[in-house]
């Protein structure tokens, strides 16, 4: 499809799902051999398996919260989405949570709250988070707003509602930048992508408070361009190993660990790769190498899928891997609702 195209949207919204559903089984494993991940994703194929039998987790139930919010107030509004995610907790604590962002989830509950940024501001001794719980919901936001401004003024506010240190929540704009971005065919050009990025985060980490985050957390001053160097780099070399990436990107439950490491795995993945089948799309590719690298998997793969979904588009998605998830069905319908919200926008053509 075209920039912006429906097929698009629901490419992005379904493949978030779907990364979250698939990644689950290998989540917080250290090593995730090629095989083990190839013999998972053919089990999709097995036409005796229930539907929706892969349940997703944390990373799509707030992404649920944030495109109910988003479509009913036809905007961002932040008592709305909170009050979401604490409805969503409470109904459905089991998701695999983080066991910081609970104490959030919990005090969002209250009736007595009058700031929805603050229990986020009190997490780890006033320092925030710095997990990928902003990032992994990120993407409805570039579904939402065509102009980047908003995508990354509202991804940020968004994120804020449980992450409040900058390096969580400047992850959550880095990962609606590349789905924006990627809905307007801008992986096409994979060298510019990358530099877009770039430019992007260096306005984005520009402000006094990535400045004090990063010497506190002794990263480099602007800690995601660094990382976004790191990923142009290891695009540049012919050949790249998982341990590499690992040790350059990150695998882990950090925004910074992992979602450099998303937009490296659909970059990397863009043309066919010696050890995935022949036979694979782009986005099977890209969820394959996601859950390889294990570490936090299903996040990992979550914010990839939705990248590479809003590139290739809903039509390289294999119908059997959509019936096996769970929501990726409402996704694909929600992502429906979406791109009218978003054409209807004076910047949404
Ligand atoms: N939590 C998981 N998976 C592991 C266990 C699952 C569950 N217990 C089960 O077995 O079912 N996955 C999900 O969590 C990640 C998103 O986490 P989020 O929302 O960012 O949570 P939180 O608690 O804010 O941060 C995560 C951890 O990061 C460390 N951390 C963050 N900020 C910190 C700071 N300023 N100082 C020190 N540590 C900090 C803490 O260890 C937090 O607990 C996704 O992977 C999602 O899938
Ligand atoms: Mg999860
Ligand atoms: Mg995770």
Not at 47 to 70: F, H, N, P, W
Request: glycine share 10%.
């Amino acid at each position: 499809g075209g920039p912006a195209s429906l097929s698009r949207f629901r490419g992005a919204l379904v493949g978030a799902v779907l990364g979250d559903c698939v990644g689950g089984e290998f989540e917080g494993a250290e090593e995730v051999p090629m095989e083990n991940v190839l013999r998972h994703l053919n089990s999709l194929d097995d036409d005796t398996k229930g539907d929706g039998i892969l349940e997703y987790s944390d990373d799509t139930a707030m992404a649920r919260c944030v495109v109910q919010s988003l479509l009913t107030r036809a905007g961002f509004d932040e008592q709305d989405m909170a009050r979401r995610f604490a409805k969503e907790y409470s109904v459905s604590p089991g998701r695999g949570y983080g066991s910081g962002v609970i104490q959030v989830l919990k005090k969002l509950s209250s009736p007595q709250l009058s700031d929805v940024f603050q229990p986020a501001r009190d997490q780890f001794n006033g320092r925030g988070s710095f997990g990928n719980g902003g990032a992994m919901r990120a993407a409805p936001f570039a579904l939402a707003f065509p102009d980047l401004a908003d995508v990354k003024r509202f991804a940020r506010l968004g994120a804020m509602l449980t992450h409040s240190c900058s390096l969580g929540y400047n992850g959550a704009v880095l990962q609606a930048l590349a789905v924006h971005l990627s809905l307007q065919g801008a992986l096409d050009l994979p060298q510019q992508f990358i530099s877009r990025l770039i430019t992007e985060m260096e306005e984005v980490e520009g402000d006094e408070a990535t400045r004090s985050d990063a010497r506190v957390l002794k990263e480099a001053e602007k800690p995601f361009c660094d990382r976004l160097h790191r990923v142009k780099d290891l695009m540049d070399k012919s050949k790249v190993s998982i341990e590499e990436v690992i040790s350059e990107l990150g695998n882990g439950i950090a925004a910074l660990h992992s979602v450099p490491t998303a937009i490296f795995c659909v970059l990397h993945c863009l043309q066919p790769r010696e050890n995935l089948p022949e036979n694979y799309g782009g986005l099977q590719r890209t969820m394959a190498y996601s859950l390889a690298l294990g570490g936090d998997t299903d996040t990992i793969a979550c914010m990839a899928g939705a990248i590479a979904g809003a590139h290739y588009g809903i039509e390289t998605i294999p119908q059997t891997w959509i019936k096996c998830c769970e929501g990726a069905e409402d996704a694909d319908a929600n992502a429906e609702h979406l791109h009218t919200l978003y054409h209807q926008s004076p910047q949404g053509g």
